[in-house]
């Protein structure tokens, strides 16, 4: 298994807020919560996902493997207990094996074949709406609780850019 970061999480988390005042919005401010998680916590796949509750989909907001997964894309959301987490209970959802994905995930396929096996998904809200999450994979067992609560405080940070993009 890959070596976890052990930085101190708030030089990171300063620096990735004060992206949110640079030009060129929403990707500065995706791209700097990007380095600062993998500097913190690990990942090998990041994504933004924005939540359409009322069509049941996901769309790609910001990708580090625009190849394998490119920004604009979507998925639906599924009927299974993944949502009762993050979007029900507003609190991290861990995938710790590739049973968890396969079990939760559309692209379970694709997720494996890039070599990943856990997930993190934080949930994004404000006043009381879920407006999305952001997403952490990396190699199987990857994850665990520490992790989440170390990388939760980042999704706030996502506030303004997921309420942009619901209009």
């Known amino acids: 298994?890959?070596?976890?970061?052990?930085?101190?999480?708030?030089?990171?988390?300063?620096?990735?807020?004060?992206?949110?005042?640079?030009?060129d919005q929403p990707k500065a401010l995706?791209?700097?919560?990007?380095?600062?998680?993998?500097d913190i916590v690990g990942h090998k796949l990041f994504t933004v996902l924005a939540a359409d509750m009322a069509a049941r989909r996901n769309l790609r907001l910001y990708s580090n493997m625009p190849d394998a997964y490119s920004a604009g894309g979507s998925k639906p959301m599924r009927d299974n207990s993944w949502g009762d987490i993050p979007v029900g209970e507003r609190r991290p959802y861990?995938?710790?094996?590739?049973d968890d994905i396969r079990n939760r995930f559309p692209d379970h396929a694709l997720i494996e074949s890039l070599d990943l096996g856990s997930v993190i998904n934080l949930p994004v809200s404000f006043d009381g709406v879920f407006l999305g999450t952001a997403n952490l994979l990396h190699e199987e067992g990857y994850y665990d609780e520490d992790d989440a609560a170390t990388a939760q405080p980042f999704a706030a940070l996502l506030v303004p850019a997921l309420m942009r993009a619901a209009g």
Do not use: E, H, S, Y
């Open 30 to 38: 995706f791209q700097a919560v990007d380095r600062a998680l993998g």
């Open 94 to 98: 861990i995938g710790r094996t590739k």
């Open 1 to 23: 298994m890959a070596r976890k970061p052990a930085n101190d999480p708030w030089p990171a988390f300063r620096q990735a807020a004060a992206a949110g005042a640079l030009a």
